[in-house]
C-alpha cells in the first residue's frame, strides 16, 4: 500500500466527499470511476480529459495498469505516471478501481461486505477507509519523531559538559 502521506490521505477524503456531494459517478468511464475520481484530485483535471487520455488505449483502469509503459507516448501513461510520482503504486490502482486491497477491507465491518466495484457508497467507504488508516500511519509517525526528539534532547542532557 502507498506509503501515508499528507497529500494522500488529503485526496483520498476529497474523492470521498465529492462523490458523497453527488460527482457524477460512472465505474465504467474511466474519469468518474474509482480511479478516475482519485485522478482528478490529484492531478486536477476534469473527469472527461482523464476519460479522452484512457481512450487512447484499451480496457479499464486495471488493463491499462497492465499495460503502463513510462515512456510510450500514451496520454493515460503519462497520467498513471504522474499518480505514481505521488506516491501511488499500480497495485493501489488496480485495488481502487476494484476495492480489494486487504488492509483496507480488514478494516472495514463485516457487515458492508462484500464491497461491490461500481457502488459510490462503497467506494466512499473504501476510499475513507483508506485515508483513515494513512493518517494513522502519519500519527504514528508524528508519535515516533517526538518520542525520538525527546530522547535526543534527554541524552544530551546527560552528556553536557559542566560550564
Not at 499495460?67 to 498513471?80: A, N
Not at 504514528?140 to 517526538?146: A, L, N, P, T, V
Not at 544530551?156 to 559542566?162: E, R, S, T
Request: net charge negative.
Amino acid at each position: 500500500m502507498a506509503k501515508a502521506s499528507y497529500l494522500l490521505s488529503n485526496a483520498l477524503n476529497k474523492a470521498a466527499q465529492n462523490l458523497r456531494q453527488g460527482k457524477p459517478y460512472e465505474w465504467g468511464h474511466m474519469g468518474s470511476c474509482n480511479c478516475g475520481h482519485l485522478a482528478q484530485v490529484l492531478l486536477n483535471m476534469p473527469k472527461g480529459e482523464i476519460h479522452a487520455a484512457a481512450m487512447e488505449k484499451t480496457g479499464d483502469w486495471n488493463e491499462q495498469l497492465n499495460d503502463y509503459c513510462s515512456t510510450s507516448g500514451f496520454k493515460i501513461d503519462s497520467l498513471i505516471f504522474k499518480l505514481l510520482e505521488l506516491g501511488l503504486s499500480e497495485k493501489d490502482l488496480m485495488d481502487l478501481e476494484y476495492l480489494r486491497n486487504e488492509n483496507i477491507l480488514a478494516k472495514i465491518n463485516s457487515e458492508f461486505k462484500p464491497l461491490l466495484n461500481n457502488n459510490r457508497d462503497h467506494v466512499i467507504l473504501y476510499l475513507e477507509t483508506w485515508a483513515n488508516i494513512m493518517q494513522e500511519e502519519l500519527l504514528k509517525e508524528i508519535k515516533i519523531e517526538s518520542q525520538l526528539a525527546q530522547s535526543i534532547k534527554e541524552n544530551a542532557k546527560q552528556i553536557a559538559l559542566p560550564s
